[in-house]
């Protein structure tokens, strides 16, 4: 299944992101792609306030993982982005996150695609300038 969102905003994305963050449910991963600079951290931070984390969110970038605990689901946020060979994956013990009682969302998960479950729903934020410097296509497919 396939849905297609326009934002025309940050606060769109924003707004997407916590509207599927509150239907989030134990054990989905969820996987971002798209260029630097499209809006996977503004959607992410949206995603973290659906499930109630009120805590700041920022991409894990030089961290690999960041993880919330303080809202009704654990959220692991991973920026796979630097990442240069998928054993730091497993140092970092994902599979503790993948098949846990939380929610992954996961920045460049292209860059992991071998370790990732068939299941993963996947979201893709693109641009096109020719609709507006702030206009996003936001794909969701499951």
């Not at 969102?5 to 054990?27: F, H, M, N, R, W």
């Not at 990442?83 to 730091?88: K, L, M, P, S």
Request: overall charge negative.
């Amino acid at each position: 299944m396939s849905e297609m969102i326009e934002s025309y905003s940050a606060a769109d994305t924003y707004a997407y992101g916590k509207a599927l963050g509150e239907k989030a449910v134990p054990g989905e991963i969820y996987t971002l792609v798209g260029d630097l600079g499209v809006g996977k951290t503004v959607f992410t931070q949206g995603f973290a306030a659906g499930i109630g984390i009120v805590e700041p969110v920022n991409s894990p970038t030089f961290t690999i993982l960041q993880s919330y605990e303080g809202g009704r689901l654990p959220l692991f946020h991973f920026d796979v982005y630097r990442i240069g060979d998928v054993e730091e994956m497993e140092e970092i013990g994902y599979e503790d996150c993948f098949y846990g009682e939380g929610v992954c969302l996961i920045e460049w998960a292209d860059l992991i695609r071998e370790i990732l479950p068939d299941n993963c729903i996947s979201v893709t934020i693109e641009k096109n300038l020719d609709k507006g410097f702030d206009y996003r296509k936001i794909t969701i497919e499951t």
